[in-house]
């Protein structure tokens, strides 16, 4: 059996989704965690550790005449074993994907 080993890790991410839709899709990114919700951060808690989600003001980004809203974001991972921040981001990651084709 290998040893589990804890991070402290910072990682920042873009989205273009306004804060709105983004606290709409919450409750499925986070439906197999305990959290508390704020206006612009979320304490989630993990087995191992816990994650500080915290929202940027929204901006806007231009490519021609489309306009795209932008929200930067960073997850600050504490004591967290490495499969379990995997984990937590193949289900977040499901949760804010769009249809395409």
Not at 39 to 66: Q, W
Not at 82 to 97: C, G, L, R, S, V
């Amino acid at each position: 059996m290998k040893p589990e080993y804890t991070v402290s890790e910072i990682i920042q991410r873009e989205m273009t989704i306004t804060h709105a839709d983004f606290f709409r899709l919450l409750p499925k990114a986070l439906a197999d965690y305990q959290c508390k919700i704020s206006d612009h951060a979320i304490e989630v808690k993990l087995t191992s550790g816990h994650i500080k989600i915290r929202l940027m003001p929204e901006t806007t980004r231009r490519i021609g005449a489309l306009e795209l809203p932008v929200t930067n974001m960073t997850f600050h991972f504490e004591n967290t074993v490495q499969d379990e921040m995997q984990d937590f981001f193949i289900k977040f990651n499901m949760a804010y994907q769009k249809g395409g084709g």
